[in-house]
């Protein structure tokens, strides 16, 4: 019986760790996904709106800074450097 909790508790402990989701917060960079998936941005988050929104700020156009407001859901945590 013994034997059988403690996998159990294993089990909760790794699918925990499979299910933790990254939490964007201010300061942190991260990469926003427009409504087409070919729409990604590299942008640093500058503070947290409401409504589930973020406030970000990116490279423009034109090579100036952007700042703007997007949805939580549509920001993913960047992938890692190649060259670290």
Do not use: C
């Amino acid at each position: 019986m013994a034997g059988r909790l403690v996998n159990y508790f294993k089990g909760v402990q790794a699918m925990n760790r499979a299910m933790a989701k990254w939490t964007p917060t201010p300061g942190l960079l991260a990469t926003y996904v427009g409504k087409t998936k070919a729409s990604k941005r590299n942008v640093r988050i500058l503070a947290e709106g409401i409504g589930g929104r973020m406030y970000v700020e990116a490279i423009g156009r034109n090579g100036t800074n952007v700042k703007f407001t997007v949805k939580r859901e549509n920001l993913v945590q960047p992938q890692p450097d190649l060259f670290a």
